[in-house]
């Protein structure tokens, strides 16, 4: 399908939305229209995150709304990937602490993105989009990207090093402001004004196949062909990847998640996570579940059941419209108290992990993907039609299976766990919700 039709498409869709939408998630909008709202796209292990809600660090969890203030802390064996508006990423790795200081934007359009590295390692892939300014601090140094850069910063006890893989660098710090280009490493002695040494070759370390990885999947499926049916390119990579664009007569085109059978609903798993500034907004607990719930409206079509539809204004916290749903379904609802914790809903089915070493994951109708990890299964527009016809389908998995242990405890083995992932209660971030964040259905 051309660039163009795909254009006339949306135009069209938006059109319609505008039209027939209905706000069901009585959520507030923005309190600042200059902040920011950027996706935490990866969490695998043990990961927390601080929101400035007065409760310290708690669990972080998948497609959590990072803005202004947050921070992040992976533990020992916890990685996390935060993704831009304009598909850039930044990717920590184990015992890593980062702090957003400044996410915003100018009146000019332009984003301001402020990260510093506290402690531990960071991959940072720059896009490079004109007039966006992104900052990293670490130590005493302070590195700005202008262009399309993609580097790795290592803080030790002693010393912090930058490796350049793409791109140029400009670092300003105590011992002056400096350029460093592809392929260079600089150490700073962090015991001796930040003094540097500059070597013509790139150190390998343990974590830049993994970082590699994950750049490889945005690459793949981050089709330019669909670059028109959002605002921003995070998540469109998911959207290729976990499901698939469609031609619904008299609504034009639409997107649903593989393994969605009638009886899903776009809201059986994620949660009600409060922050300041914002209150309660719902969190899509699917690895796509970012661009439909921030972005367009979802559908109920009696052939093809939920489907999301783009089109409208983009939406940083408040959540999805709805329209025309069935007889049956019930509009979520944020919490209705004044608590600040987190409220997890838990209503659809969860993957089971089979296999001596865990590399076989069996699928349900209705999952739409909870679980799978971003590529880690081949063809899953094929699996998702034995799965429609079967009910379920085994499926051999290459990567680690990720993004679901907020909903369900964390992953353990089938021995332990009676046969794989299982949803059990949750306890909230808030003493208000303290005996139960686990819900059954909308709240």
Known sequence: M?????????????????????????????????????????????VQVDRNTG??????????????GVKLHTKNDGRAEVEFEDGSTLRVTPNTVIAFPQLSLRDSGAKVSAVQLQEGTAYVNFAGAKDNEFTLTFAHEKLSLAHAAHLRIEMADTTATLAVFNGDVQVEGDSGTMAVSKNRTTTFDLTNGDNYTLAKDLEPYPFDAWDKQQDQYHQQYASNAYSSYSPYAYGTSDLNYYGNFFNAPGYGMMWQPYFAGVGWDPFMSGAWAFSPGFGYGWVSGYPWGWTPYHYGSWLYLPTYGWAWQPGGTWAGWTGPRTIHPPANFVSPQPPSNSGHGTVVVNRGPNPIQQGRSFNRMEISRDSAGLGIPRGGIKNLSQLSSTVQQQGFATAKVRTAPVGISWWNRGYSSPASQ??????????????AHSSSGHSSGHR
């Not at 027939?20 to 950027?38: E, I, N």
């Not at 009676?418 to 003493?431: C, D, E, K, L, Y």
């Open 2 to 46: 051309s660039s163009l039709r795909i254009k006339l498409l949306l135009t069209a869709a938006a059109t319609f939305s505008l039209l027939l939408t209905v706000p069901s998630l009585t959520v507030p909008a923005f309190a600042d229209s200059q902040a920011r709202v950027v996706r935490l796209s990866l969490v695998q292990g043990d």
């Open 55 to 68: 409760q310290g660090y708690e669990k972080a969890f998948l497609n959590l709304p990072i803005t202004q």
């Open 418 to 431: 009676g046969g794989g992932w299982h949803g059990g209660s949750t306890s909230s971030a808030s003493a």
